[in-house]
């Protein structure tokens, strides 16, 4: 469910006509719903509610200071993977007590910083890394919240470039190693064992995996258990995934229904790290048509919208819908829509049917909110886009177009 629709033969983000925002605003634009992510957020809440939990969006996804903190109002925490995400996170007012820290290269100083920021718990990914953590909490007289984070070797289905629970993963700790780990965890003088981490992957279409996963957990947390370890965080990551074409994901609710039952009697607080539910839909990025070229075997739309602005057809092979943001009489044109990068690879869409467009006219790509903006580069010493937030009948520009003075920032 999203807030782009169509009135009359103009597309609007809720009360605000697209078209009105790029020319004020220029383009290549990412625009984003307030009212999507907060319905997104509360959907992803509600499925929950019968159990303690706290919902931590994946700042990854898109760490926008406006996008943190309408989920900071909303009650929401964050997932962080590095020392900058906390930084935009604190700056955006998350309460720390609803902050976790993932990633397999978490550095001396960004665990310091975490630290001293009092953030819930470190999702540790490997041994030594829970060395240096407790090394660092004692360097500074304070004791580390921390869940491992667990492999449990559950195929998500989905791209391999987005799988991260597999047993060939480079992340977390293999589930079979992981009670003698938390045995070793237990013994440091700094470190407080509260959880049980796992994140299996993105764009899972299903909910099986997430209950294969959680089974293996819980059979993890019952053997702690039986050690004399108590775990009072299960973390099941992020991943629930959104329709871009033609997928069916379920609903969160469903996600709810199916895990709720399996954890509400163990008396553990449940997090969850959803990004790209929460945020993919709720955005899109709005480029306008440069020129049109037929080549001997193919038609190309050129737009000014690249790969530096939106990555993921490129790295994913995605699919993005691409819509005219005013409809035209109907003839089509089956095209390859690029953008302006010198690179084969730089395309929004392949052998694409669409409305044939005029130079001028405006494209919107769709489901441009997660890992859109976020992924976005300089590359071709492009200025990065403006992003813009939609309220109702008003919208805010809630980051500036980069100016070719931010492109030579601290350079010599
Ligand atoms: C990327 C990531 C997420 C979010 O994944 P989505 O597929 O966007 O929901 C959550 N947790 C961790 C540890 C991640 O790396």
Redesign the pocket.
Known sequence: MHDFNYIGSDLYCEKVPIKKIAEEVGTPVYIYSSNTLRNHYHAFDLAFADIPHIV?F?V??NSNLSILRLFASEGGGV?I?SGGELFRALRAGIDPQKI?F??IGKTEEEVSFALKSNILMF?VESSLELQKINEVAGSLGLKARVAL?VNPDIDPKTHPY?A?GLKKSK?GIAISRALGEYQIASTLPNIEVVGV?K?I????TEVGPFVAAMEKILELVKGLKESGIEIKYIDA?????IRYGEEKPPHPKELGKALVPMIKDLGCTLIF????????NAGILVTKVLYLKSGEVKNFVIVDAGMNDLIRPSLYDAHHEIIPVEKQDGSYLTADVVGPICESGDFLAKDRKIEKPEPGNLLAVMSAG??GFTMSSNYNSRRRVAEVMVEGEKYTVIRKRESYEDLIRGEE
């Not at 992957?201 to 899972?204: A, D, E, K, R, T």
């Not at 990551?237 to 995934?241: A, C, Q, S, Y």
């Not at 790290?273 to 993919?280: F, S």
Request: charge should be positive.
């Open positions: 931590c994946a990854k996804a997932d993977v976790v993932a990633g999702n984070r987005i991260t992340f981490h994140h992957g993105s764009q899972i990551g992020g991943g629930l995934g790290e959803p990004g790209r539910v929460l945020v993919g997660a890992y």
